[in-house]
């Protein structure tokens, strides 16, 4: 027989030996404190897989920056790095000021309106310090958010008008839609009593809220700006155009790729929020979708890339698998494993899809964030209206019911698909609408574009005094300094056909003799 002296509480719990069986007296105040104790566990270990998750998915960050640099011409590294930077720090500060109030506080079913939610109070209520690490994590998917504008309208846009641009999108454009889709208040939130029927939109870990947010404000503001411009005026539209304008390393891409692929899981499993209570299950069948869609894509886009283009490409297979993430984000926790396949396959079909309208449309789009984050947004978004189960709704969601809806597909009708079109178009439209509000006020008091000829020298030079090729950059430099040497000349020639002397001075930045006559230039 075996002896034990079991020691919870000294005045209440005693053991005794006995010869077959340890008997163990427990009082209810005990029961009391040792369940408190397992809740206070519990709810440490939720908050402690919510700040592992987000620190990982801030790697995303590292990820969007070698996948940008990549991406961009040589001439314009640095540049498309402070961008990064600049969504970090720049969008932290909002996000703590008014962001997070008006996505999470108390309010109306479009914006929340607290002041006292986090910006303005030393503790949040209550001392829930659940707040804090939510706050961590919703920072993280707002910089996922916005950074997917800064590598479509890369090499042409200034910092400062870029660095404005984040500040509108993260105090208020984009808070708005997370208090409409995530908050316990908005009009198609599923945790919210007002919601507009159903479940409200089924957006697990953020195809609609962060990734369509992303790809219509890049699709609206790459459109409005223009596409960049080329040597001797060169369509970038043209074979020759997407010689020179094309990515200049593919390594930093295909590297970002691997980044933002490995963060993908943090991302997507992160959004239960916690593991107790039966979010382990929801995270768990998060991680195996998110795999599964993603493998079955880059598959799909080597064969897509050989039937159509006869080559392996490998922009066209690293932007497939993003496609593939970004499609079952939506749907990660709410679809069985077998339905992400289906996810990933069409996923990739809209990128390419997308990819060729927006060229057909003349849209320049530096690291194709449209037909990645834009496509594989909305479609994600719309399977959970086909392939989500009731099952696996109520597990994701926390609530006790599918609310009587669930996907096309098994049975569910036609209202959460209606509900998923609705999301869907709720996003684009706020976002071309304030999308193109923001680009007229920006250009109106500031300029959005640089000058053309800081845009043709690459702006690591013109904007930072830096170069992060010396050798290429050179090569370049030599390149359009006689481009620009013989434009130069026109314009001089120009003017003094025109006896206009001023313009002459003006043209080549005379700084010697005022006095400088006609014949001596």
């Keep these: 027989s075996l002896s034990a002296s079991i020691h919870y509480s000294a005045d209440t719990i005693s053991a005794s030996n006995s010869s077959d069986l340890d008997v163990v007296e427990v009082t209810s105040n005990d029961t009391d404190t040792l369940n408190n104790d397992i809740s206070t566990a519990a709810a440490d270990m939720d908050k402690m897989w919510v700040l592992i998750c987000a620190t990982i998915v801030f790697s995303m960050q590292l990820g969007f920056c070698f996948l940008e640099a990549g991406g961009v011409r040589s001439g314009n590294v640095i540049n498309i790095i402070f961008k990064n930077l600049g969504d970090c720090a720049i969008g932290g500060m909002c996000w703590w000021l008014t962001g997070y109030s008006i996505a999470y506080s108390e309010g109306n079913v479009i914006m929340g309106t607290g002041t006292s939610y986090l910006a303005f109070s030393p503790k949040p209520a209550d001392d829930d310090y659940n707040l804090y690490a939510h706050f961590f994590l919703s920072f993280t998917y707002m910089t996922t958010a916005v950074t997917i504008v800064s590598g479509a309208v890369a090499e042409r846009i200034s910092l400062v008008a870029y660095y404005t641009f984040v500040v509108i999108v993260t105090s208020f454009t984009y808070p708005i839609i997370v208090h409409i889709m995530w908050s316990s208040y908005g009009w198609l939130s599923p945790w919210s009593a007002d919601r507009i029927a159903g479940n409200g939109i089924l957006d697990f870990a953020g195809s609609a809220v962060i ?311």
């Design 211 to 521: 990734h369509l947010f992303g790809g219509s404000s890049a699709l609206t503001f790459s459109y409005l700006i223009g596409p960049r411009k080329l040597p001797g005026g060169l369509d970038i539209f043209s074979e020759e155009g997407m010689e020179i304008a094309c990515p200049h390393n593919r390594f930093l891409q295909s590297a970002g790729t691997l980044l933002l692929w490995f963060a993908w899981f943090a991302f997507n499993s992160g959004s239960v929020i916690g593991l107790s209570g039966g979010g382990s299950e929801a995270a768990a069948t998060a991680s195996v979708n998110t795999i599964l869609s993603s493998a079955i894509s880059g598959v799909t886009g080597m064969i897509v890339c050989k039937v159509t283009y006869g080559k392996m490409d490998i922009g066209h297979i690293c932007n497939s698998i993003l496609a593939g993430l970004v499609s079952i984000t939506a749907g990660c926790a709410y679809v069985s494993p077998i339905y992400s396949l289906p996810i990933g396959i069409i996923g990739v079909g809209v990128y390419f899809f997308v990819f060729t309208i927006r060229r057909k449309l003349l849209i320049d789009d530096v690291v194709d964030a449209v037909a990645v984050h834009l496509g594989g947004g909305a479609w994600g978004t719309i399977s959970v209206g086909l392939f989500a189960d009731a099952e696996r709704i109520r597990m994701g969601t926390g609530e006790s019911s599918a609310g009587g809806t669930y996907g096309l597909f098994l049975g569910g009708g036609w209202t959460q698909l209606g509900l998923q079109v609705c999301g869907v178009c709720t996003v684009m439209g706020w976002c071309a609408f304030f999308t193109t509000i923001s680009y007229f006020v920006i250009e109106k008091l500031l300029g959005s574009r640089v000058d053309i000829f800081d845009e043709l020298r690459g702006l690591d030079v013109t904007e930072h005094c830096a170069d992060s090729y010396d050798y290429i950059q050179k090569i370049e430099a030599e390149r359009l300094h006689a481009e620009e040497a013989v434009t130069i000349a026109q314009r001089v020639s120009e003017a003094m056909v025109k006896f206009d002397l001023e313009e002459a001075k003006r043209v080549l930045g005379w700084k010697g003799d005022p006095s400088l006559d006609q014949v001596t230039l």
